[in-house]
Structures are given as structure tokens and as C-alpha cells.
């Protein structure tokens, strides 16, 4: 049997790295040895979807049988298009393969997601190894179809109704989930990930994960609907066996952690730590991670600097602390994240500070004095975003409480009413509807005003041009001179 696992992205060229889940899907499912396992990512290529029929027309001249072939898919909010289009391809060339698709969107929407994506013949809802394995030992038996109802973690039809099982359980012992195939991933295909905090020219860095899940409910993340607020680790020394291997194979001498806050565990970060130490991996190997501004204090970040953590990137979202405990559920405190950021500073150690505006309740003057907030701050990077709807998060019932989007919503119908980001070049689609409660389209341009007021205006015209056309000339010409007037009087600091 051949298993063929697609990795499509929205983008071109942009954050480009190894598709990990891929990888650890394949690793189990050739330790099972279930199948010949293939992996083709499509993220590099201008036309992904060209790319995709020339790779099936090779499997296709191989001889193999469509039952002999399944197909998986990864699929995420911003792909979702993406992901439909390339399954419509892979049935029009394998008509009786199994196509499944699994990932973020589909766990969170699954009965959506099938009812829209009819080439899609069966859903994985969370972690995918043990899932994707059973089907496979079903197939070959030629038993699915009799057992299919008894396999927990999917969502499958069974003529026009959508049946979605209950949820596997979480896999507790994440050390006995062989690392991911990185040969099959092809890593060296991917350009060096800069670890921040170092010099890309001395650094060759690669991503890793080391956890998943969070405990954590903040008011615009769905991690906690995908794993349940359940988090399972790694061992510190597994995580230190993963980092020996990519070095000595691949010569990778920089890891970026993607776990969503990797100190959440103090005992596991310090025993992490030391391990490096020990081993002297802190001399070879620069690391960066995820951290929370309540999960560490000075002690442990000097360790982390020992260790070998140039630098760390923590969610601060606002100043404003009602907002931060009784909206966003950050569970944080302004003081706390001060501390880190002076600890950072007295430690030499890169930290990227994320903020976000609009939340329910935030008023403009709320906004204004986050944006302060952060200009009056001293760290290395600053990233800020504004609120967008995503599938799984508290916003998004929110949203729907609220009447901001329909109480029917589907993520596969665009709605002309709603203000919509993130762009699929692959279909031409916006992506991700923008959460507007409190604060109107000219409170954003004002903030926007804010944001870029010792920016060039030619530049940002030009940013911003192709967002214009006959249909809302006139509304992007009102929002624009409220832009102009606003960074001019902001930039002399005559506006609050």
C-alpha cells in the first residue's frame, strides 16, 4: 500500500519549514509497516496545483491500483480552499482512493468541512498517527466499510449524512511517537529557519515541537478546543535525542521550538537545561521558544541562556489588565510582563513581544494605549495584529452570539458584509473574517495611523493599492484622508 501525505500553503515562499505533523503521520505509519509512505509539498511552487497533477501522473504511471493508493491532506484555516481544490484534483485522477484530510480546520469544523469538501471521504479529528494507522490496517484488511463506525477520531458519510465519531484519546506517552521523518519531509529542500537573537550566517536552524496543547483558553485561540486543554509532553531527554540527530545527520545547529509555551513545565525546562549542559550541546546548539510571562522568572531564563536560548517570544496582547482578565483570559499580569522584559534586556536574550487589537469590549482609547504601551517598551521585536475569527475560539462564538457573523456560518461561503483577511493566492479568496465589535472602520484607520506614523506614505499606498476597486473606491477614499490626517497630526503629537 502507498500512502501519499500533501502539504498545500496559501502562500508563496513565505515561512517556509518542514511540515512536522506530516512527518510524525509518516514515521508511525512506516514503524507500523503499513505502507510505503511519500510526502509532496507543494508550498514551493507558484502553481501548486499544476505541480500536484504532474506528481499524480507519475504515481498513476507506476501501475498501482486506486485502491492500493490513499491519500491525506493538511488542513488549515487559511489552505481550506486550497485543500478542497487539490482533493477535487487527486479523485479526478484516483477515483476509487481513499482521500482523508486531517489538521487544525477539519477537527475544529469537521461536519463543514465534509459537507463542502466532497472529495474529501474522511475526516481526522485530532492527533493523526493512531487514526491515520487504523484506517490503513482497515483497508488492507478490507474492512473499513464494516468498521468504519467504530473508529474513533474521524468524521466519514455514510451516503448523504455526515457522521462524526467520538474523539480518540490523547496520546499520553509522546516519546514512544518515532521522531518525524525528516528524509521524507526532504528538510534539506527548506531554507535555514533564522533563530532569533543570531547571526543566520553562522546559524542553521530547523523547527521542532516538544509538547502540544495548552491549558490555556485565551479568548482568540483554538488550541484548547484541538486538544482539549490537555497537555502532553515530551521528555527532556527525548526532545535532547531529536536534537543530537538533526545536528549530526542534517547539521542543523539552531532549533525553533513551536510549542505553543514551551516553560509551562518549570521542572521539565530546568531538567531540559541541564541536559544541554551536561552535554555540551549549549556550546553547538542555539534554541528559541515560546514562553508565557507567567511561566518564568529570572532564575529560569538565565538557565535558558546557559542552555544555549537566544531568544524567546512571549503574547502580551495589551496594557489594559480588565481586558487581559476578564476578555482575553491571558492569565498574566502587566507587572509580570515588565519583569520579563527587563529580565530580558539584563540577559541579553532576544524577545519578541506579540500584541493584538480589538477584542470584544476594547475601545479606541483602549487600542491607543496598547499601541503606547508598546512603543514605550524595550525589546527586540514588536508584532502587532488585529482580531480575526478563526474556528474553535471563544471569538468565534462570540462572533455568533453577537450577530458579527451568521449564526449558520460556513467557512467555505464568502459573505460580501464581513470584512475579511489572509489571502489564498492559490484560488483568489480571502481567508479569515475580522472580529469588529466595539470599534469601527475609522477607529482602525486611526490606529493604523498610529502604527505607521514615521512610515512613508508612498510605500504604504502602494502596500494597499490592489485592495481598491470600483466597488469600495469610494469607502477606502474616506478611510484613506481619515489615515492621512490622522498620522500627520500623529506624527506631530497633537492627537491622544
Partial sequence: MKLILINITSTLNKNLMPHLGLGYVASYVVYQKLADVDIIDLSFYENPFEMLIRELDKIKNKGLKDEEVVFGISMNTHNRYSVKKAS?????????????????????EPMDTLKNCRAIDIGIIGEGELTVCELLKELKNNSLKDNIDNILGIVYRDGENIIVNPRRSRIKDLDKIPFPDRDALNVKKFPPLHIPGTNPKEVKGTNMIGSRGCPYKCVFCSVADQWGRQTTFRSPENIIEEIELVYNKYGYNGIYFFDDTFTLSKKRTVD?????????????????CEIRANTVDYILLKLMKEAGCTGVAMGVESSNQWLLDNVIKKGITIEQVKNVIKWCNDLNIHLKCFFSIG??????????????????????????????????????????????IPKEFSWFKHYDNLEWQSYDINVGKYTVPVFRDKMDEKDYAKLMAYLNKNNSLIKIIGENINRINSRNFIRYLVLGSIFIKNKILFKLNITK
Fill in 88 to 108: 477535487e484534483i487527486i479523485k479526478s485522477k484516483f477515483k476509487n482512493s481513499l482521500v482523508f484530510s486531517g489538521g487544525p480546520h477539519i477537527t475544529l
Fill in 272 to 288: 531540559f537545561c541541564n541536559l544541554m549542559i551536561d552535554k555540551n550541546l549549549n556550546e553547538k546548539i542555539s534554541w528559541f
Fill in 359 to 404: 477584542h470584544p469590549g476594547e475601545t479606541f482609547n483602549m487600542a491607543l494605549e496598547t499601541l503606547k504601551f508598546r512603543d514605550g517598551i524595550r525589546c527586540s521585536e514588536k508584532a502587532i495584529s488585529f482580531m480575526k475569527i478563526y474556528p474553535g475560539t471563544p471569538l468565534y462564538n462570540i462572533a455568533k452570539e453577537r450577530e458579527i
